[in-house]
DNA sequence: TGACATTTGTCCGTATGTATA
DNA sequence: CTATACATACGGACAAATGTC
């Protein structure tokens, strides 16, 4: 791990333990490099991340401001497994089937002919309860030992595991109304407004290893840009 | 301007000029570096700028990539005049009211009682083609010399040129069916499903200086996350 | 208003670590 | 195994914005 990571989550670990008042300001630059016995750029780097992260901000001349909770907290627009990390998270399986690829997707995933893909749809439950719906297709060609029980775990993390380095998720945000069969899985009315993120997930040199339907049960995301 | 972002807007106009193929190598650092005769920190701001603007993604080792260009372009989920910078951005006002603040409004924009507030609708258009309807409220006590007409160009630019910062844009979407006034606004059909994003802008010392419904014509928002 | 100290932002040179080809 | 390229880290210098006296 290297340093500035360590130290971000240290602080990152203190902020989120309420030891700074919602934009009060935090320590400067010098003296954290003293604390941490490090160089500035370091700190800087440490520091930069937790911007990025939303968890503070900074000016020029005046010093680094610890954001509300809102801004780092609830459900942001990230990865699945990184929105729920910490979680009490499971999943019901819905359907698992390997199935031929259709024109449209070998075309997305840049198959031969008669390719294979592994198709599911589960719902992942956070303490129980449904939080979102997830519908994925991956190719054979790519995963020849992937099976039904992976799915009861992180995807992502069997694919890191299997030593392929997962680039990119580039995602598209969509309203839709649930139909019955979603909104009965998700425990919500039919016809109720939901966000649904179409993810892309590619591995290294633009090889698209993933690409899934996720429909939410709650109809908001959050986002925070910083000039 | 600094040496950094001069550089990566060279980039950026290089790669939206299609000079390098997607997914394509980029130059490295070394030879960047001679290029613009600086050193290889401040190559490394510029291209770790485009990386957080979407246009490339890098792997120790081996090089900087150019991404694909739906990564970049599009509908992405940043502030409305980033979004349609540099388009042919226009405005219908709606309304334009000084109103009484609500107990609500109050609250949220932490204000005294009997304090008035601007609240405006108008639909903003490119290429006299409706992209946004934009609700907004704004407190009369920061800007007493604001006015309807303002409200044909962009109001973040009137809030900087009045020497206040905007530092934080945080933002929420959600779905939402359109009602028959803003369909026929946004020239949508009623009830058709479209994205709505809300945004608290922030001033310095977390002064709430706007807070915006802004329901879009598109139903489609874009993101990116990179490893 | 102006001078000054403080703090973040930018930039340079250099060295070493680590992943890739 | 080796060369290459990005990633991390150090120290130093000056610029620019801020807050205060």
């Given at each position: 791990m290297s340093k500035y990571v360590d130290i971000a989550q240290q602080l990152i670990t203190m902020i989120e333990a309420g030891e700074y008042r919602p934009w009060g300001l935090l320590e400067g630059e010098l003296y954290l490099t003293r604390l941490f016995s490090v160089s500035r750029v370091t700190i800087r780097k440490a520091l930069s991340l937790l911007k990025d992260k939303g968890y503070i901000h900074s000016r020029q001349g005046s010093g680094y401001y610890v954001n509300p909770s809102e801004f780092y907290k609830e459900q942001h627009l990230t990865t699945l497994s990184d929105r729920y990390a910490n979680m009490n998270l499971s999943s019901v399986v819905l359907s698992f089937d390997v199935i031929d690829a259709s024109e449209e997707m070998r075309k997305l995933f840049q198959l031969f002919e008669n390719s294979k893909l592994y198709h599911y749809r589960r719902t992942r439950l956070v303490d129980d309860v449904p939080v979102t719906l997830e519908e994925t297709w991956m190719p054979v060609s790519l995963f020849?030992?992937?099976?039904?029980?992976?799915?009861?775990?992180s995807v992502m993390k069997y694919i890191e595991n299997r030593n392929f380095v997962i680039s990119h998720d580039f995602k598209k945000v969509q309203a839709v109304a649930l139909n019955s069969e979603s909104a009965r899985h998700l425990r919500k009315e039919e016809h109720s407004l939901s966000l649904q993120i179409i993810h892309k997930v590619y591995l290294l040199k633009s090889v698209l290893a993933q690409y899934t339907i996720e429909t939410q049960a709650d109809n908001q995301l959050n986002a925070l840009s910083v000039r």
């Open positions: 020849d030992d992937f099976s039904e029980s992976e799915l009861y775990g």
